[in-house]
Each structure stands twice: as structure tokens, then as C-alpha cells.
């Protein structure tokens, strides 16, 4: 009757049901071994083909090999006791209870009259599901092993298992690749093959204690690798115990986080910079305006005094001084990125050859300069005073590194920046860039110092020669303009500093830059001087009179609003500050706009970009002068403004 759809019952022998669940278990072939002669034995692939069977014949005991918890497996038992089935149903693959399986057995096989000269047959039905469940156990034990075994060799993270002693029994191919050290180089050597010397000893005596006291270790250390190289590993150390308690092994297992430490050390960098930048920004308005009236009385006194005066050299040295300081400024504003800019599409082989001979006469003439210029070279967008700023400082610091002569190179070249290239240099994006390389043979920069050197203020030259504003003013620069700079060096070798600049794929406009010399003209309008600082204010009220303007003062906005309304005649120019108490110049300039449309504006500030801007709609390329600023570029700014055709109404009286 063997996988027949029918059972006979005539011969009283069990009649019993084995349902597979996928693979062959090999059940039905031990019971046929195991209990011949004693059972009739038929078998089904699933259960629902089970089901369909126990319709057509019955069945004492039906042995499934699965869980009751299976999909449908309750479902299909539920359905058996509804069409009257009272066979008996064991699921091999549920947590049995030994005396229950062995009551249902019995029952099923003592259903009938039992011969008592005859075997009992529900002992070798038990017996041979307790093999075959041994069995399974063992082929389930056995699986996980492999999966366990798996998981450690495919695992990312390097494992190394050691016994007591700390001597490694086993490490896995993540170590390998890792470390560059192969299984057989390192099996029999300690957990500290790989110890580097950036941590004291301190260190390592905290681990073993902990993990020798019996409870895990975690921690970030840097380990060195096979070649040399030092990682950082975010490493955990867990004893392993045997059943009596005792220690017998570790585990160490480790995660490279050195890109990822990288990638926080250049965020906290950036925010550390930007700090210092938003410092500077807020220190350069009160800055500026005591600048402004050292320089603007300096200027008035060297007019007052004759060809011949012995004060006069004396007075052009607090003048000297006075831009010297305001230079500091720039630089600091540049550092912080908030300086103004004037954005023009630039040829930077045409910028730099239009420097190079001023950057020879900077080296001095024991350094050779070389420039190798790209070919089709792109254009980017950028401010060229500041760019020529750039090359200046990197050039004045290769000078430095290199005492005794040597060779500076300049080289352009148009790159694509791969995913690649973005993924090891964090934070840069992909896409086209202009690069310029300054590059020199100098004494090098000492490891230690590179992740420093764009800092404000750090300096490694002698105390007096150096201010350390160079690199972080060229650092801020690049940064404003959208691009991103490199250090490359090593002591005795030299060092390359590599700027990247976004390319612009729009045709070059030339970049012009206007350069007025001699006497400036004065003119006869009327002019409106609005300042909120009256040391700053009455300078240059003097100037602009001394130069034939008709000047009317105003505080702030609210008096320069009673002035405009009180004056009669017509007033050409509003010269205003554009941070004041009680209103800002471009909400003044919108007042104003309404009562006197023929009036134009120029707004002046010593604060940062970001705060002018956040005053108005300022055109900060044609009519605004960033303070501190000479009286003479103050004259040339006011008769440009007052010959130009555009007047208030088109340029501040939508200001917010």
C-alpha cells in the first residue's frame, strides 16, 4: 500500500501518513527501515496533497514534518477535524513534549486489539522519530555553524579571536585587506601586532583590565597597518567563557572609521574657521569706522600743510599706517569670506601673466619663476583683485621657504573632478574646475603643522616675521569664490598648493579694471551726508566742501529725512551709512525716493557683505564703498555716482 491513495485496514497493521515539507527529510525511508512489516506507510509531498488523500482513505497517525505555525499548516488541521477526520496529527518540527507524542502514539497504535505475542508496535515509531529528530538537530546545529562561520569570513569589520593569553588562533579576510598582514603572518602573534605608537601605554593596560576582569571593551584606537600606514578603528574586545566560567578566548572585533574621523576633522575645521570668520566680520565695522577718521584727518592735514612742511612725512606715516591697518581688515574680511567682491568672468592665464612680472619683482631674483599655462584653459567666475591677492600670498610664502633661491611654478589646467576624486577629498562636489598649482622647492611643510596652516593667525616663521593671515586669507578667498584649495608637501621636497575653481561655461566677458590718476574732479551739487558717527562724519563734510560740493549733514535717517524736507533747493546725492539707528540707509533711500525722484544714492558701511545686504537691495559693484576708504576714493566715487544717468528711483526704491 505504499504511496497508494488507499489504506487497507484488514490486516490490522498501523496505517500511517507522512507528509514532506519541501526538501526529502529521509522520515518515510527510516520508518520503512526501522519498522517494516509493522506499519503500512504512505507519503505526501505537501499538505495539501495530504488533505486530498486522508478524503479517499483513513489514517491512524499522520507525522507531519513541519511546524504547526507554517503558513495554512492550523488552517489545514482545523479543516481535517471539520470533515470528521480523528486521525491523530503530530508536527515533527514544534517543540514536542516526549510524554504527549508518546501517549498519541500509543493510542494510535493500540487503537485496535493488539496481539500480546507480537512486538509493541508504537515503540519503534517513537524510536525511530527520536533518530531522525537527533538527526535534524544535528544537520540544524551543523548549519548554523556554517552561517556563523559565514558571517565572520564575509563580515566587513576585522575579527580576530585570540586565546587567554592574547595570542591570535584566527583572524578573518577583512583583516587581511585591512591591515595588508596576511592569516599566516600574524597566527600565533598577540592582539598588539598591530599597536601603534600615537596612544601611551596607559591605554592598553585600561583594555586588559577590563577585558581580563571579564567584562567588554570599547574604544577608538588608531592601529598601525603592514605598510606603514596608521588607521582608526572604532575596536570592541569581548572575553569568551567556557561552561565552568573561566576565560578561555577573546574576540576583538574592529570597524576602519578613518574616513569618517577625516570627514569630522574637516567639518570641525570649517566651523571653527567659519566661527573665527563671523568674529572678524563683527569686529570690522568698529574697526573701520576708527580707521576711517585716522585716515581721513591724516588726509586733511597733509592738504592743510605746505610742499615743504617737516610734519608732512610724518602725517603720510599715520596715513601709511592707517592703510597698512585697513589692509589687515581685508584680509580678515577676505579670511571670513565676507568681503565685497566684484564677480567678473575671468582667464586666469591672462590674470596671472598680467601679475607675474610684479610676483618676480616679490620673489626677488634668486627664485626662478615658471609659468606653464594650460591650453583652451576655461574661464571662471571670480573676483580678480582677489585673486591676484591669492597669488601674491602664495607667492610671498614659497619666497619664504625658500631662503637660498629656488624655482616657483605656476601651472593652469582644466580637470573633471570624478565621483572618485569627491569621495576622497570630503566635501567637494563633482564637476568641471579650473585648477591653478603653486608649486616651489622649498624646505617643505612638517606633517603636523598642514592641518593647521590655513588658521588665522598660526604662523611657523619667527616671531615678527609673519602675521599668519597669508594662507588663511587665501583659504577664505577660494572659499568665497566657490572653490576649494590643497596642500601637498613633504620636508626637504618642497610644497604644492593646488586651488580649484568651478568652471563658468559661459563666454569670457574681459574683465576691465579702471584706474584713475591724477587730480580728481570736484563739482557744485548739493550734497547729503548721512552718518550716525560724527568723528567719522565731520572729515569728510570738510573734504567735500574743500572740493566745492554744497553739504548738508543728518545723524541718521529720521534727521536726514527732517533735512531733505526743510531744504529748499535741490539736493543731487544722498551719501549714506547703511547700518543706523532708527533706519537703515536703503529704508531712508525708499523714503526719500518718493519726495525727491531726481536724487541718486551711494551707501557706505564698514560691516561684512552678509549684514549690508541684509539691509536693503544695495548695488554693491556701482554704489557702495566698503569702509575704511580714502577721502580721494571717496571724491572719484561721488563724481562717478553724479555723472551716471541711473538715479535713486532705479536702484533703492524697492529696498526691503
Known amino acids: 500500500?505504499?504511496?497508494?491513495?488507499?489504506?487497507?485496514?484488514?490486516?490490522?497493521?498501523?496505517?500511517?501518513?507522512?507528509?514532506?515539507?519541501?526538501?526529502?527529510?529521509?522520515?518515510?525511508?527510516?520508518?520503512?527501515?526501522?519498522?517494516?512489516?509493522?506499519?503500512?506507510?504512505?507519503?505526501?509531498?505537501?499538505?495539501?496533497?495530504?488533505?486530498?488523500?486522508?478524503?479517499?482513505?483513513?489514517?491512524?497517525?499522520?507525522?507531519?514534518?513541519?511546524?504547526?505555525?507554517?503558513?495554512?499548516?492550523?488552517?489545514?488541521?482545523?479543516?481535517?477535524?471539520?470533515?470528521?477526520?480523528?486521525?491523530?496529527?503530530?508536527?515533527?518540527?514544534?517543540?514536542?513534549?516526549?510524554?504527549?507524542?508518546?501517549?498519541?502514539?500509543?493510542?494510535?497504535?493500540?487503537?485496535?486489539?493488539?496481539?500480546?505475542?507480537?512486538?509493541?508496535?508504537?515503540?519503534?515509531?517513537?524510536?525511530?522519530?527520536?533518530?531522525?529528530?537527533?538527526?535534524?538537530?544535528?544537520?540544524?546545529?551543523?548549519?548554523?555553524?556554517?552561517?556563523?562561520?559565514?558571517?565572520?569570513?564575509?563580515?566587513?569589520?576585522?575579527?580576530?579571536?585570540?586565546?587567554?593569553?592574547?595570542?591570535?588562533?584566527?583572524?578573518?579576510?577583512?583583516?587581511?585587506?585591512?591591515?595588508?598582514?596576511?592569516?599566516?603572518?600574524?597566527?600565533?602573534?598577540?592582539?598588539?601586532?598591530?599597536?601603534?605608537?600615537?596612544?601611551?601605554?596607559?591605554?592598553?593596560?585600561?583594555?586588559?583590565?577590563?577585558?581580563?576582569?571579564?567584562?567588554?571593551?570599547?574604544?577608538?584606537?588608531?592601529?598601525?597597518?603592514?605598510?606603514?600606514?596608521?588607521?582608526?578603528?572604532?575596536?570592541?574586545?569581548?572575553?569568551?567563557?567556557?561552561?565552568?566560567?573561566?576565560?578561555?578566548?577573546?574576540?576583538?572585533?574592529?570597524?576602519?572609521?578613518?574616513?569618517?574621523?577625516?570627514?569630522?576633522?574637516?567639518?570641525?575645521?570649517?566651523?571653527?574657521?567659519?566661527?573665527?570668520?563671523?568674529?572678524?566680520?563683527?569686529?570690522?565695522?568698529?574697526?573701520?569706522?576708527?580707521?576711517?577718521?585716522?585716515?581721513?584727518?591724516?588726509?586733511?592735514?597733509?592738504?592743510?600743510?605746505?610742499?615743504?612742511?617737516?610734519?608732512?612725512?610724518?602725517?603720510?606715516?599715520?596715513?601709511?599706517?592707517?592703510?597698512?591697518?585697513?589692509?589687515?581688515?581685508?584680509?580678515?574680511?577676505?579670511?571670513?569670506?565676507?568681503?565685497?567682491?566684484?564677480l567678473q568672468r575671468l582667464d586666469l592665464n591672462a590674470v596671472i601673466g598680467g601679475v607675474s612680472k610684479m610676483l618676480q619683482r616679490l620673489i626677488g631674483e634668486d627664485i626662478q619663476l615658471a609659468f606653464v599655462p594650460g591650453k583652451d584653459l576655461g574661464r571662471v567666475k571670480a573676483d580678480p583683485v582677489q585673486i591676484e591677492q591669492v597669488l601674491m600670498n602664495l607667492a610671498a610664502n614659497a619666497r619664504d621657504a625658500m631662503p637660498c633661491g629656488g624655482k616657483l611654478t605656476i601651472e593652469t589646467a582644466n580637470l573633471r573632478l570624478d565621483e572618485a576624486y569627491a569621495q576622497r577629498h570630503s566635501m567637494v562636489p563633482p564637476g568641471d574646475y579650473v585648477m591653478f598649482a603653486v608649486s616651489d622647492s622649498g624646505e617643505g611643510i612638517a606633517e603636523q603643522h598642514q592641518a593647521h596652516i590655513f588658521e588665522p593667525f598660526y604662523t611657523t616663521k619667527e616671531a615678527g616675521k609673519g602675521t599668519g593671515l597669508g594662507l588663511a586669507t587665501v583659504y577664505g578667498i577660494v572659499k568665497q569664490n566657490g572653490g576649494f584649495i590643497w596642500v601637498y608637501s613633504e620636508p626637504g621636497l618642497g610644497t604644492a598648493f593646488k586651488v580649484y575653481l568651478p568652471r563658468v561655461r559661459s563666454t569670457m566677458e574681459e574683465a576691465r579694471t579702471a584706474r584713475n590718476d591724477g587730480k580728481l574732479p570736484g563739482g557744485s551739487e548739493t550734497v547729503l551726508l548721512v552718518e550716525d558717527e560724527s568723528a567719522v562724519r565731520q572729515p569728510a563734510r570738510e573734504f567735500l566742501a574743500r572740493c566745492g560740493y554744497t553739504v548738508l549733514e543728518a545723524s541718521d535717517g529720521e534727521d536726514a529725512l527732517r533735512v531733505s524736507r526743510e531744504y529748499c533747493g535741490p539736493i543731487d546725492l544722498m551719501i549714506s551709512d547703511v547700518v543706523m539707528p532708527k533706519m537703515s540707509g536703503p529704508k531712508l533711500a525708499e523714503q526719500v525716493a518718493a519726495e525727491r525722484p531726481r536724487m541718486k544714492a551711494l551707501f557706505v558701511s564698514g560691516y561684512a557683505e552678509n549684514t549690508v545686504l541684509r539691509h536693503g537691495k544695495i548695488d554693491v559693484t556701482t554704489r557702495f564703498l566698503q569702509k575704511p576708504f580714502s577721502l580721494k576714493t571717496l571724491q572719484g566715487k561721488v563724481r562717478e555716482v553724479l555723472d551716471a544717468e541711473e538715479a535713486i528711483t532705479a536702484s533703492a526704491v524697492n529696498a526691503v
Open 1 to 342: 500500500m505504499e504511496n497508494s491513495p488507499s489504506a487497507d485496514h484488514s490486516n490490522g497493521a498501523i496505517h500511517l501518513l507522512v507528509v514532506k515539507s519541501g526538501e526529502d527529510s529521509g522520515l518515510y525511508d527510516l520508518l520503512r527501515q526501522r519498522c517494516q512489516g509493522r506499519l503500512q506507510i504512505t507519503q505526501a509531498d505537501s499538505l495539501e496533497a495530504a488533505g486530498a488523500q486522508m478524503t479517499e482513505a483513513k489514517y491512524d497517525l499522520v507525522l507531519c514534518d513541519c511546524k504547526a505555525s507554517d503558513d495554512g499548516a492550523t488552517q489545514w488541521a482545523d479543516r481535517l477535524q471539520g470533515n470528521g477526520h480523528r486521525g491523530r496529527v503530530i508536527f515533527l518540527r514544534d517543540h514536542l513534549n516526549d510524554t504527549a507524542v508518546e501517549t498519541q502514539i500509543q493510542s494510535a497504535a493500540c487503537a485496535r486489539e493488539c496481539d500480546p505475542r507480537c512486538p509493541c508496535t508504537a515503540l519503534p515509531i517513537l524510536s525511530t522519530i527520536n533518530f531522525y529528530r537527533r538527526q535534524r538537530q544535528e544537520r540544524n546545529a551543523e548549519e548554523v555553524l556554517r552561517k556563523l562561520r559565514r558571517t565572520v569570513e564575509q563580515s566587513p569589520d576585522l575579527v580576530m579571536i585570540s586565546d587567554a593569553a592574547g595570542v591570535l588562533e584566527y583572524v578573518n579576510p577583512a583583516f587581511e585587506q585591512l591591515t595588508g598582514y596576511s592569516r599566516e603572518e600574524v597566527i600565533g602573534q598577540t592582539l598588539g601586532v598591530l599597536k601603534s605608537e600615537q596612544y601611551a601605554g596607559e591605554l592598553y593596560e585600561e583594555m586588559w583590565d577590563t577585558v581580563l576582569s571579564g567584562n567588554a571593551f570599547r574604544g577608538i584606537v588608531i592601529n598601525r597597518k603592514k605598510n606603514g600606514e596608521t588607521i582608526t578603528v572604532e575596536k570592541a574586545i569581548t572575553p569568551l567563557r567556557n561552561p565552568e566560567g573561566e576565560i578561555t578566548h577573546f574576540i576583538s572585533t574592529g570597524r576602519d572609521i578613518t574616513d569618517q574621523r577625516r570627514l569630522e576633522s574637516t567639518l570641525q575645521q570649517a566651523q571653527k574657521m567659519d566661527a573665527i570668520g563671523r568674529l572678524a566680520g563683527g569686529v570690522a565695522h568698529d574697526f573701520n569706522n576708527l580707521l576711517m577718521v585716522i585716515s581721513a584727518y591724516g588726509e586733511l592735514t597733509m592738504d592743510a600743510l605746505a610742499e615743504d612742511h617737516p610734519l608732512r612725512q610724518n602725517v603720510g606715516e599715520i596715513i601709511a599706517a592707517a592703510r597698512r591697518a585697513a589692509d589687515l581688515t581685508r584680509q580678515l574680511l577676505a579670511f571670513s569670506r565676507k568681503q565685497m567682491q566684484s
